[in-house]
């Protein structure tokens, strides 16, 4: 059997990498279309990503990885593995545009509710923090249709405003 510790860093591994997929292509995106385009293909590439965890979610599978996904700090808060290298890579804003997974998987599996951030590493809070609440019939509306949904996540949308316009 593994040693939990070892388990631990496979997964920290396994999630560096998807982090660094997530850059890759958002930043080729951006590149090739520009933002405002290029921001719209992720925003729908991350929805079809919510879509397909709410359904696996739904049939039984594990969200998230119990260990090594949060480092674990003794008297401190956790830090996310994927927020860490968004940040390592410089990249806040097109790395924010994972963080809108948790309301794509939670509107997918429920358009009525949506989780959002309330403090989000990579914005430069010390932590992750969430709360779920309900949904406007815009927001469904823009998220069911494909348009600029990154709103349903406040804090995330302000940022990238502020941060690409």
């Keep these: 059997m ?15 990498r998807l982090a660094l997929l997530h850059l890759a292509f958002a930043k080729t ?4 279309f520009g933002w405002v385009k290029g921001k719209q293909i992720v925003l729908n590439s991350i929805k079809r990503y919510g879509e397909y ?17 949060w480092e674990r700090r003794e008297g ?20 924010s545009m994972y963080c809108l997974i948790d309301p794509a ?10 989780m959002i951030h309330t403090r989000c590493m990579i914005l430069g809070h010390d932590e992750c923090q969430f709360l779920t609440v309900k949904t406007t019939d815009k927001e469904k509306n823009d998220f069911s249709e494909n ?19």
């Excluded at 998987?105 to 509710?113: G, S």
């Excluded at 949904?149 to 690409?164: Q, R």
């Design 2 to 16: 593994v040693p939990l510790s070892e388990a631990e860093n496979e997964v920290k591994v396994a999630t560096q």
């Design 29 to 32: 995106l951006e590149e090739e």
């Design 53 to 69: 965890v709410a359904e696996r979610t739904k049939q039984g599978h594990q969200s998230l990885p119990k260990y090594g996904f």
């Design 76 to 95: 401190k808060p956790s830090l996310c593995e994927l927020g860490k290298i968004m940040l390592e890579m410089r990249e806040p804003e097109l790395g």
């Design 105 to 114: 998987k939670v509107m997918a599996a429920d358009p009525d509710e949506k």
């Design 147 to 165: 348009k600029d949904w990154a709103y349903v996540d406040p804090i995330i949308d302000d940022f990238l405003k502020e941060k690409k316009g």
